[in-house]
Structures are given as structure tokens and as C-alpha cells.
């Protein structure tokens, strides 16, 4: 598989993650993954932080397509993490939706932790309800970009970083990303054509390091900079092939 590469310096790789593929593999199945094939590419990359996750900055799931840092060194991946941590970072992502939602824009504020009763889903928990003890907030902002007949495209901004918290939480709104077999709901329709979730990480801005030394890399001497994913061709597609609301 050849990988598509956005941006690279010294410091950074910065790939356009096709779907179906996972970014780090964290059971013992043979798998082949993003970080996998990005050694056979920079085998250098086993220097930086552990396995199996070696540089990788931050994660997206196998299904979903768009943008992923790569750090090549120590000293990036800690400088780079440290923003994702402190919500300093801002991603956008591009979702269809089932339904028809009426709010032009909206948040949605939870807490969010694994479900009690299947260990691979994440589940919504509201302050004080059983079970919400230790979890964790997870806050996410959606905008609507165009309605179809059956569906709404968003615009979907993740202000914190919670493992399937897209997903989980269009779901928690009765309308669950079309093509979720995970999250969606039992009979839920789906776009002719569509093999996977609707969901493309479209655009991330970040400080960079400097690029000159560890010591100000680490003290944010770097510039801002920004970058973008556009639509995958079978998601352009869907779009294209849906109806109008009537």
C-alpha cells in the first residue's frame, strides 16, 4: 500500500491515512498497520517512544480516513502529545449522519467511558448516574453542512480526545454516523455503495517544533500550521449519489 504523505520535515510526518487500515496494532494478530508500514519507510521510527505505537501522536480508527502526526523523534512526540493533552490542538472532521438533524449547530457535553456491557463500545455516562464515577468529560461541537433526504453532513469538531467519542457521541444524539455497524442502530439505513462509517479527518492545526533543537522544540518555538485531507473518492461518491430533501 503506498502511503500518501501531506507534509514531512526533520521532526514531523503528517499522513493521509487511507481507511481500513489500523494505526498501531495493539493485539498479537498479524495485521499489518500504518506504523508497521511506515518502519518499512523510516526505519528510524523505532527509536521513537514504544511499541507498538512507536511516534504515532494520536490515533484514528480503522475505518475512518484523514490526518495522522507521525513524530520522528523523542523530543517531537512528547512536544507534540503535550498539545493534544492541554486541548490546544484543533481537528475538524467531515461526518453523514442518519436523519435529519434540526439544529444548524450544537455541543454535546458528556462524560464517556467503556460500556459495562460490550468491553469493545464506548458508552455515555451523565454526571452522578451509576457508573459515571471516573469517567471521563468529552465535549463535541457539530455544524451542519448540507441536508439529504435520509441524512446530514457535519462538520464535526472534537474539543477533547476520548477513544470512538465521534461516534459515541452522534450516536448519543440519535444520529449515529451512516455506516457505523458499532454505533449505529439496529435497521439504521445506509447509503448505497458505502463499505464503511462516514467519518474523514479533514483538517488539524498545530504548533510545530522549531526544528533546530531539542531544548526549543520542547519550549514551542515553532510555527502554527495547518493541514487538510480532502474527501476520500468513495465518500465524494456517496455524497454525489444522495437526494435532496424533498
Avoid at 464517556?112 to 460490550?118: A, L, N, V, Y
Avoid at 467519518?199 to 502554527?224: D, N
Amino acid at each position: 500500500m503506498e502511503l500518501k504523505i501531506i507534509y514531512e520535515d526533520n521532526d514531523v510526518l503528517v499522513i493521509d491515512k487511507p481507511a481500513g487500515i489500523i494505526v498501531f496494532n495493539e493485539s498479537q494478530s498479524a495485521e499489518k498497520s500504518l506504523i508497521d508500514l511506515l518502519i518499512e519507510l523510516y526505519p528510524p521510527l523505532k527509536n521513537t517512544g514504544n511499541m507498538p505505537r512507536y511516534g504515532v501522536v494520536h490515533r484514528l480508527d480503522k475505518d475512518t480516513s484523514g490526518i495522522i502526526l507521525v513524530a520522528k523523534n523523542n523530543e517531537t512526540l512528547s512536544f507534540l502529545q503535550k498539545q493534544f493533552k492541554t486541548r490546544r490542538v484543533e481537528k475538524r472532521y467531515i461526518a453523514l449522519v442518519s436523519g435529519n438533524i434540526e439544529n444548524k449547530e450544537g455541543t454535546i457535553e458528556t462524560l464517556i467511558g467503556r460500556s459495562p456491557k460490550d468491553r469493545i463500545k464506548q458508552k455515555v455516562f451523565l454526571p452522578g448516574e451509576p457508573g459515571s464515577a471516573g469517567k471521563r468529560q468529552a465535549l463535541t461541537s457539530y455544524k451542519a453542512l448540507e441536508k439529504f433526504e435520509k441524512y446530514t453532513l457535519l462538520e464535526v469538531i472534537p474539543k477533547t480526545g476520548r477513544k470512538h467519542q465521534i461516534r459515541c457521541h452522534l450516536s448519543y444524539i440519535h444520529h449515529p454516523i451512516a455506516g457505523d455497524k458499532l454505533y449505529g442502530f439496529k435497521n439504521q439505513p445506509c447509503p448505497k455503495g458505502l463499505t464503511r462509517h462516514f467519518l474523514h479527518a479533514g483538517y488539524l492545526k498545530i504548533e510545530m517544533p522549531s526544528g533546530e533543537t531539542p531544548h526549543q522544540s520542547k519550549h514551542g518555538t515553532g510555527q502554527v500550521k495547518e493541514f487538510e485531507s480532502e474527501l476520500p473518492e468513495d465518500l465524494k461518491k456517496i455524497i454525489n449519489n444522495l437526494s435532496s430533501p424533498s
